[in-house]
């Protein structure tokens, strides 16, 4: 896999420097291609000559009915004509297939570059630029937007290039036969083209307003059967058929407008088609019978025009997947060109951690906010010190956690880490030393050892072992069918809360860290799924530094010191049985939970 993602190519800087310069999608799109050019040149000259026969056959056509028409036919001309046409014909399948193979090979591998280029990107912005970006926008942009892209390129190359070509050569052989002909393709040329796209941009309107109106529909749908219970519970039936109802006559309306408009309109893009059509063979037919061109030309002139009109045809088409492409250029270019890296740059690789920490005078806010989450907040954690972070939600405990992460970086105040500040620190090797168990345990599909493991190689069977009887997994794992090496679905869809919970205790503990962030899961659980956990917990944090954002206050009875939080700020601080008899903000907050 790693030598795979070394093939294929980095785009990073590509979207770099696009990124100033907005507006220029094509470039960009060439950009990609870097390195893929001989290929493009290739596909380019395999398609000229594939698509020969469209032009060398109304030559030769014309000059086989001139070569009948005349009195002394001299048949010789007439047969090496129609030898050549099958020849040029039938060297179409190979020529094609060679076109669409140079093609494909780079904007496949374009694809799968830019998708890596992106994925990579992904891994290196920092946490609140992910934080914003909500995280199905991004599957869009990795999946979606990339498609659209190659999509985009196939469609220059396929249609777009095609029809430019088309129309080139139409012209020329006209100009070469006859100047008059020539002259009336050019000035016949723009309007043709122009009264198409009237004609189809009135259908693509009705058309964008009838898909509003279906998407319109099928939320309604939707919405409606989720109410269901609801509406039956109250007896609201016949207000709700009402209410559906209604949509269901707008779509109506609107598609039989979209019915008659794409009749009308269809019907007038053909009759313009085939009037200029007509055009071109009164006028050709006029000079022929002035002995100005000959009989033959007549019917060379008519494909020639013919080529044309589907040529401007095609290009009027492929408009709107253009427009889409753009779009989607511009949409891989908003993630690639972020310079939102992760949020520390330091350098200083901690050798091993005590883990002592330094709060001082930490003020922060996020960023589409002028709100302070937190104002203020002080605090030394000595090494190996258990902290439970409490108060009521929104007061900022899960922030402090991510500060000291390095997810984030305090507007005001510093962290340091063993008296080295968070901005000396080289944060990845930090973070390798530390484990993080989140609210909600995000397991990925493969087998309990590999989610216990996860990113780490070279781990002892005996230390597997241990870590799972100290997170209390040995039942559960007996009772999977394939013991560690079973399957647990996406997100470990077969696993109830508290066994999730264990498996990342697991998979903090095999890490060993010096550091832990615990951010107890709000979810309740059964009381003796809760005491198994505690109990696992309370192995984890053994000797190790440990924050813990606490919700069940019942939980924090071990923490060395509580950390009371309020708007931000630091309201108390002390062991448990100090804030008790302090009678304070904790005893309140007990009060309550009791
Ligand atoms: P707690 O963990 O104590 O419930 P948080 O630290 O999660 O509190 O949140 C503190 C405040 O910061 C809340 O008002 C919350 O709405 C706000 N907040 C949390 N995360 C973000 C974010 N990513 N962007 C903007 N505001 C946020």
């Known amino acids: 896999m790693g030598i795979r993602s070394m093939e294929t190519p980095d785009f990073e800087r590509v979207f770099m420097d696009a990124g100033g310069r907005k507006g220029r999608p094509f470039r960009t799109l060439w950009r990609l291609y870097r390195g893929q050019r001989i290929n493009l040149l290739l596909s380019l000259l395999f398609f000229i000559i594939k698509h020969s026969p469209v032009w060398i056959m109304s030559v030769l056509t014309a000059d086989m009915i001139n070569i009948i028409s005349r009195p002394d036919a001299d048949l010789k001309w007439f047969w090496i004509d129609a030898a050549v046409l099958f020849a040029v014909v039938l060297q179409n399948v190979a020529t094609q297939t060679l076109h669409v193979s140079f093609m494909s090979r780079s904007s496949r591998l374009m694809e ?30 990795v999946l979606r937007d990339v498609e659209q892209i190659e999509l985009l390129s196939k469609q220059v190359m396929y249609s777009f290039v095609p029809a430019i070509l ?18 009336l393709f050019v000035v016949l040329l723009p309007f043709a083209g122009g009264l198409v796209y009237f004609f189809r941009n009135k259908i693509r309107q009705r058309n964008r307003d009838f898909r509003r109106q279906i998407e319109e529909m099928s939320g309604a749908v939707a919405e409606s059967v989720e109410m269901l219970p609801v509406t039956k519970a109250h007896g609201l039936e016949d207000i709700e058929i009402e209410k559906v109802n209604g949509t269901l006559y707008n779509l109506r309306g609107k598609g039989y407008r979209l019915d008659i408009t794409e009749a ?37 002139y008519q494909g020639l025009f013919g080529t044309i009109m589907m040529s401007i045809n095609n290009l009027i088409n492929v408009y709107p997947q253009f427009a889409k492409g753009f779009e989607s250029i511009h949409s891989v270019t908003e993630v690639l060109a972020s310079t939102e890296t992760d949020e520390y740059q ?3 690789v901690p050798g091993s951690i005590r883990g002592e920490f330094r709060f001082e005078n930490v003020r922060f806010h996020y960023k589409d906010t002028d709100k302070h989450v937190l104002n203020g907040f002080t605090l030394d954690v000595k090494p190996g010190e258990t902290i439970a972070l409490v108060g009521e939600s929104g007061a900022g405990k899960s922030t402090v956690l991510n500060l000291a992460i390095g997810f984030y970086r305090p507007t005001s105040g510093r962290i340091l880490l063993d008296g080295v500040p968070f901005d000396e620190l080289d944060m990845r090797a930090y973070r390798r030393q530390i484990a993080v168990v989140p609210q909600n345990t995000v397991l990925f599909s493969g087998t309990i050892r590999q989610n216990i493991t996860y990113g780490l190689t070279n781990v002892s069977e005996e230390e597997l072992e241990r870590v799972i009887r100290m997170a209390n997994l040995q039942d559960v794992i007996a009772a999977m069918p394939d013991g560690l090496d079973t399957m647990i679905g996406e997100h470990g869809g077969k696993l109830s809360g508290g066994q999730r919970q264990r498996i990342a205790i697991a998979r903090a503990m095999i890490r060993n860290p010096r550091i832990i962030f615990l951010d107890e899961a709000t979810s309740a659980l059964d009381n003796i799924s809760e005491f198994v956990v505690q109990k696992a917990m309370r192995e984890l944090i053994r000797g190790r ?28 601080v002390g062991s448990y049985e100090e804030l008790m008899q302090r009678r304070g903000e904790f005893y309140q907050l007990k009060q309550l939970q009791a």
């Open 545 to 572: 530094t440990t924050f813990i954002v606490a919700h069940r206050l019942s939980t924090i009875r071990d923490a060395d010191r509580i950390v009371v939080m309020k708007n931000g700020r630091i309201q108390e």
């Open 166 to 183: 088309n129309i080139i050569a139409a012209v020329t052989i006209a100009a070469a036969t006859s100047l008059a002909v020539a002259s």
């Open 264 to 300: 009308v309109f269809g019907a007038s893009g053909w009759v313009t088609f085939t009037l200029f059509q007509v055009i071109c063979l009164t006028f050709t037919c006029m000079l022929a019978y002035q002995g100005r061109i000959q009989i033959g030309d007549v019917v060379m």
């Open 112 to 141: 799968a570059g830019l998708r890596g280029t992106m994925m990579r990107k992904l891994q290196h912005l920092s946490m609140s630029y992910h934080s914003e970006l909500r995280s199905g926008k991004m599957q869009a942009k």
């Open 346 to 348: 330091g350098t200083k």
